[in-house]
């Protein structure tokens, strides 16, 4: 039974290696004043990310499709942080009209917004429409988040300095994404594609925001020990079968969102992609200007953006 005692001993390595090499964030930046916007805050890496810049003093709203989940995740943020301003508004990415309806809650009873981070996200385990006609994950992942994201731009413009954070994955380095007509492909490769996606929206958000105030960023949380593999029973094995070796916890994988909404070094970057809180190199796709400019006209055209709304 020696190679059992040998192969407890790698995964403690691994695991050890893993905590050694995961970027933390160490700026003691203060928030107090700030309004930030978590989205799929209830659970995971959104939920640790909110507690973190509500614990820093922030205005924290916490948006997610699910209310009991939203206002628990609420009630434990502020019972930690002993910080009152956290609050839940709904919000469904699979709906573009509930994507319109927060925007308009939010900006009915909010000022302001220096923080918007993209955090949600999904991996559907069969192909899936939504109601609008769009792939499932592509909208939850991409399509609703770009047009939660436009129209927020004139608050964030009215608020700068501000910023965008946008959490996309390694895996974007997997997709496929080589025009705009084959972004939709079923089961895990259309979630590769929309982490590609979010890279080039960003990337060319940076771009039509350049100048204003107003930065973007995305960035890969690694990988976490979260709630996302639970939609697919193969990856849900493959994360049971790791026993947490190869896994960060949530904490762990939030510390560079939570690097990029606080950081002063943050301030002025934009168009950056960030690993371990420090910038990184995107796949050569997803630093092509063009393919993000087409996919930008494709998602307006997809969210049925109206002119006015444009940026």
């Not at 009630?75 to 925007?103: C, M, P, W, Y």
Request: hydrophobic fraction near 45%; proline fraction near 2%.
């Amino acid at each position: 039974m020696w190679w059992l005692a040998w192969a407890a001993a790698a995964l403690l390595l691994i695991k050890t290696f893993n905590r050694l090499t995961t970027g933390r964030c160490y700026c003691d930046t203060v928030m107090t004043g700030q309004v930030v916007v978590v989205t799929g805050a209830s659970g995971g890496i959104g939920y640790e990310t909110a507690l973190e810049l509500a614990r820093r003093g922030a205005k924290v709203i916490v948006a997610c499709r699910d209310e009991e989940r939203g206002k628990m995740a609420v009630r434990q943020i502020v019972r930690e942080t002993r910080n009152i301003h956290v609050r839940f508004i709904r919000l469904d990415l699979a709906s573009l009209k509930s994507v319109r309806g927060f925007v308009e809650e939010f900006k009915r009873t909010e000022a302001k917004l220096d923080v918007l981070i993209n955090n949600a996200g999904a991996i559907c385990p069969r192909r899936t429409m939504t109601v609008d006609g769009i792939v499932k994950d592509m909208q939850i992942n991409h399509f609703g988040p770009f047009l939660l994201t436009v129209l927020l731009v004139p608050m964030l413009r009215r608020s700068a300095p501000s910023r965008v954070v946008v959490v996309s994955s390694a895996v974007h380095r997997i997709g496929r994404v080589r025009d705009v007509n084959d972004i939709s492909e079923g089961y895990f490769q259309a979630y590769a594609n929309s982490k590609l996606c979010n890279v080039l929206f960003s990337n060319e958000l940076a771009r039509r925001l350049a100048g204003g105030g107003v930065t973007a960023n995305s960035l890969n949380p690694g990988q976490a020990n979260t709630a996302l593999y639970r939609s697919s029973s193969a990856l849900e094995a493959l994360r049971s079968l790791a026993l947490g070796a190869f896994f960060r916890s949530a904490r762990e994988a939030a510390q560079t969102a939570v690097y990029l909404a606080v950081a002063d070094e943050c301030a002025d970057a934009s168009g950056g992609y960030f690993e371990e809180c420090r910038e990184a190199r995107a796949a050569p796709r997803a630093r092509d200007a063009q393919l993000a400019a087409q996919l930008w006209t494709l998602s307006e055209e997809l969210v049925r953006l109206a002119p006015e709304e444009a940026i």
